[in-house]
């Protein structure tokens, strides 16, 4: 897709805000497309780790999560009801009661492995719906091996993939470009290489983005 508009993100499994922004990128995109002028979207996702410290399976509450990492008791039933609320504003059915904290770097790891194999946008999807949706856990080998399985890979070899670290630097090298671009919280959406959209903004300012590139190229006589 050598014409395509490319769309490079840096967000994480574990982020509530990466899966809306998903959304909103997804819906400003079909608006784009309703354009007589519009050109085809490639979409390419990057590891970033919110909280790289977060043990593999945190035994406690999302309440207690985020009382750890400093947020302030009181605050959080309404915060997560804001989210919640905004998550079903794009048609997302986040279950925080369920939710199974974890460390993601091995979920980062098994969406380089479904990229390689040509499926990391619905590998990135799996697994945000399996952590947020699902409640299901997102840290451990033998989960993401099931997780696999369902995108239809063969689920010793996710297995092998992710207890051999196979794509470990893959995602050590998304993170230093993250740290490369100053990039410090996600979703971050880099548009041509050189817009960069912070945020999961509404669907038409992604649109307007995509409009503003497809113009520039008529300019220049791309």
């Known amino acids: 897709m050598s014409d395509a508009i490319k769309i490079d993100i840096w967000s994480d499994i574990a982020c509530p805000w990466c899966y809306i922004g998903k959304r909103k990128l997804e819906n400003g995109i079909a608006e784009f497309s309703l354009d007589d002028d519009a050109v085809p979207v490639e979409i390419e996702y990057h590891s970033f780790e919110l909280s790289p410290d977060t043990p593999v399976d945190f035994a406690g509450s999302h309440e207690e999560f985020l009382e750890a990492k400093g947020f302030p008791a009181e605050q959080i039933g309404p915060m997560l009801e804001r989210v919640t609320g905004i998550a079903s504003s794009v048609g997302l059915d986040y279950d925080y009661p369920n939710l199974k904290h974890a460390n993601t770097v091995l979920a980062h790891q098994l969406i380089h492995y479904a990229k390689a194999r040509g499926k990391q946008l619905e590998a990135k999807e799996r697994l945000l719906k399996a952590y947020f949706v699902d409640g299901r856990y997102v840290g451990r080998i033998e989960d993401l091996a099931d997780l696999g399985a369902e995108l239809g890979f063969d689920r010793s ?24 671009y100053g990039i410090q919280g996600v979703p971050f959406f880099v548009i041509e290489g050189k817009y960069g959209v912070s945020g999961a903004q509404d669907a038409a300012t992604f649109a307007q983005v995509l409009r503003q590139v497809a113009d520039e190229r008529v300019e220049v006589g791309q």
């Open 157 to 180: 070899d996710v297995v092998r993939s992710l207890t051999e670290n196979e794509y470990l630097a893959d995602v050590r090298a998304d993170q230093q470009q993250a740290v490369a």
